[in-house]
């Protein structure tokens, strides 16, 4: 059975940090790029960030850029996205996915808000940051 389990989210005051992780079973992990996306309530949902397999190649959203980093421990099928200077715009529920479709520009490019579904999805963490 393939799952990602999200975790690390909570309620954290502006300026904060959080790291959330995403461990992944059932599927060859090592094989796949992992993505975090997230949603607002009452907004769409939006690409965080990805890292590829193999070169570990990562891409951002221009929102993130700068505080968070992505990376992807496949000892453990683990990937982290460590949040720092937090701001009460981030606050939203964080889903990491993973696929093995598509190119890394056709990856990436949902990050930035292009068409593209990945293949599976955990169930999600929320992020609340206090003003």
């Known amino acids: 059975e393939v799952q990602l389990v999200e975790s690390g989210g909570g309620l954290v005051q502006a300026g904060g940090s959080l790291r959330l992780s995403c461990v992944a079973s059932?599927?060859?992990?090592?094989?796949?790029?992992i993505g975090w996306f997230r949603q607002a309530l009452g907004k769409e949902r939006e690409g965080v960030a990805c890292?590829?397999?193999?070169?570990?190649?990562?891409v951002y959203a221009d929102s993130v850029k700068g505080r968070f980093t992505i990376s992807r421990d496949n000892a453990k099928n683990t990937v982290y996205l460590h949040m720092n200077r937090l701001k009460p715009e981030d606050t939203a529920i964080y889903y990491c996915?993973?696929?093995?479709?598509?190119?890394?520009?056709?990856?990436?490019?949902?990050?930035?808000?292009?068409?593209?579904?990945?293949?599976?999805w955990g169930q999600g963490t929320q992020v609340t940051v206090s003003s």
């Open positions: 996915a993973a696929t093995l479709k598509g190119s890394w520009s056709l990856i990436a490019g949902a990050i930035q808000g292009e068409s593209f579904d990945y293949d599976y």
């Open positions: 059932g599927f060859a992990f090592d094989d796949y790029a």
């Open positions: 890292i590829n397999s193999g070169d570990g190649a990562t």
